[in-house]
Nanobody, 114 residues
Framework: VQLQASGGGLVQPGGSLRLSCAASGSILSINVMGWYRQAPGKQRELVAGIASSGSTNYADSVKGRFTISRDNVKNTVYLQMNSLKPEDTAVYYC?????????WGQGTQVTVSS
């Protein structure tokens, strides 16, 4: 299983970015995909998760600003990030637990700065 993330970059406060993560390989059809982030000097934290059923969960800090979605045919998960704040600056990782193993994407940098 491989996860390929993309879409990070530099954006001004209040701006938007969309992250994508495509999974390939032998993947169970019923699964949960998620986005985590890790800021310098901090622990990695869950940003949002989405099950193959479509149910979602979000960290309190991003509720109302971020939206997670997925395309089950393409095995791709997206994270639409709006109203970005400097404290959203971090490396963002996609995540897929599959057959007892947790897979991680390579990480994509999101920097929110004026």
């Amino acid at each position: 299983v491989q996860l390929q993330a993309s879409g990070g970059g530099l954006v001004q406060p209040g701006g938007s970015l969309r992250l994508s993560c495509a999974a390939s390989g032998s993947i169970l059809s019923i699964n949960v995909m998620g986005w985590y982030r890790q800021a310098p000097g901090k622990q990695r934290e869950l940003v949002a998760g989405i099950a193959s059923s479509g149910s979602t969960n979000y960290a309190d800090s991003v509720k109302g600003r971020f939206t997670i979605s997925r395309d089950n045919v393409k095995n791709t998960v997206y994270l639409q990030m709006n109203s970005l704040k400097p404290e959203d600056t971090a490396v963002y990782y996609c995540n897929l637990p599959n057959r007892g193993i947790v897979y991680w994407g390579q990480g994509t940098q999101v920097t929110v700065s004026s």
